[in-house]
């Protein structure tokens, strides 16, 4: 299993790089984000109407941080949520090569996914156009070492490439380590 963190700003490209890589990718892919569940609740317990305006995402943010502090909620629903997935895979070779994007903007949460998962990717996406939300998440998305930084600024078309190219560089890494 290949445990990718993505991140960016909002806005930066991320779900449509997943997109891309998953559908030039052999093997299965999933793309979940550690605010999924916050969203969810703020849906149906705050009366969010899904739009993602500043305030919103401020929301969200704060929501998160809050969950986090009590009991690394949305650390513990993402990695609950991958070892489920992969009780329900059969074949070794599927297991072996499945790919999990997990969209996570804090710094310190990243950290807790590389200590988990010693083999994670860290990527970031930027895109120079793209005006930051006044949120802690979207403010510290730079205050990491990633391991990529791919840059959105050209066309649809430059980040399927890179899409496509970084599938075969992580192949290419993951069969140097194999041997």
């Not at 909620?73 to 329900?88: A, D, M």
């Not at 998440?137 to 496509?164: H, M, P, Q, R, T």
């Not at 075969?168 to 993951?174: A, E, L, V």
Request: aromatic share 12%; net charge neutral; proline share 2%.
């Amino acid at each position: 299993m290949r445990i990718i963190i993505i991140n960016g700003s909002a806005r930066s490209g991320k779900d449509k790089f997943t997109n891309f890589f998953k559908k030039h990718y052999d093997y299965e892919t999933v793309n979940w984000s550690t605010v999924d569940k916050v969203k969810e609740i703020a849906k149906r317990n705050f009366n969010w109407d899904g739009k993602k305006t500043d305030d919103a995402r401020l929301f969200l943010s704060e929501l998160k941080r809050i969950w986090n502090d009590l009991n690394d909620g949305p650390f513990e629903y993402i990695t609950n949520k991958i070892s489920k997935h992969q009780l329900k895979i059969d074949n070794y070779i599927d297991r072996e090569n499945m790919v999990y994007f997990i969209h996570c903007r804090e710094p310190e949460e990243i950290q807790k996914f590389i200590d988990k998962y010693k083999n994670c990717i860290t990527i970031l996406l930027k895109r120079d156009d793209r005006r930051v939300p006044n949120n802690n998440s979207d403010k510290n998305v730079n205050n990491f070492d990633y391991d990529y930084i791919i840059d959105n600024n050209g066309i649809e078309n430059d980040l399927k490439n890179e899409a496509i190219s970084f599938i075969n560089k992580i192949n290419k890494d993951y069969e140097q380590i194999s041997i």
